[in-house]
């Protein structure tokens, strides 16, 4: 098991690790850095660096963990890269329709291809679906999102690049707002952040707001108007 130190998750769990980049939130991307330092330090599941790696011994690990608790699925990675092969995804799925005690939460930035594939996988009740949307450009993603039938699909404005004016949330049951944090990390705007939380008050969805980001994050803190934001759904399983 590995102990999360991000706001909205319990655990992460990585039976896939590596990525590659494809839109603007990418930049600076923070599992890459981790890689690199990883694979610096000797540890096997990184001896591959930041290169899409497959890691069998990893997955039934959630069938060990008694407790229920929310797992992020693969932090260091993409579920739906194009270097991981649908079998494999598969395999996932069929652990998390076991680990029924479990929630996980799944956040790709590459939901067309979750759409391909998605007859092909049980959409068990504990399973959350996110994809990130990091500025107006990746709005379309939105859409995408909403036709797959998790039960739990959500937002991760992550690092927030822009203003996401008139954001649809209809078919949404959380949004996740962050800016980005560690060296030459992009600037974001109270303005975009308070137009997305109004938005969610209006319509009735958790808002969670989880940083300001920055160079020094734990500096800049993650109130939003004073208090912070730590809205999530409600369990759909015990």
């Not at 923070?30 to 000797?42: D, F, H, I, N, V």
């Not at 790696?53 to 959630?62: F, I, K, Q």
């Not at 030459?184 to 975009?192: A, L």
């Amino acid at each position: 098991m590995s102990i999360s130190r991000i706001e909205w998750t319990d655990s992460t769990w990585n039976p896939v690790t590596g990525c590659s980049k494809i839109s603007a939130g990418c930049l600076n991307c923070y599992a890459e850095r981790m890689a690199k330092r990883l694979k610096a330090m000797g540890q096997p599941n990184y001896r591959n660096g930041f290169k899409v790696t497959c890691h069998d011994h990893v997955l039934d690990y959630p069938l060990r963990w008694r407790k229920p608790r929310k797992i992020f699925v693969n932090s260091m990675s993409d579920l739906f890269h194009e270097d991981i092969p649908d079998e494999y995804i598969v395999r996932i799925f069929e652990i998390m329709n076991k680990a029924s005690w479990h929630n996980f939460q799944i956040l790709t930035k590459r939901i067309e291809r979750v759409a391909k594939i998605s007859e092909r996988l049980h959409w068990s009740p504990n399973i959350w679906l996110g994809a990130t949307v990091e500025n107006h450009e990746c709005r379309d993603r939105i859409t995408t999102l909403v036709s797959i039938p998790a039960s739990v699909k959500f937002l991760s404005m992550e690092p927030l690049l822009s203003a996401v004016p008139n954001l649809s949330l209809d078919g949404l049951d959380w949004i996740i707002v962050g800016g980005e944090s560690g060296p030459g990390s992009r600037p974001m705007s109270y303005e975009w952040v308070e137009d997305i939380r109004k938005q969610c008050e209006v319509d009735g969805i958790p808002f969670f707001f989880k940083q300001w980001g920055g160079v020094n994050k734990k500096t800049a803190g993650r109130l939003l108007n004073g208090r912070t934001h730590d809205g999530i759904p409600v369990s759909l399983v015990a």
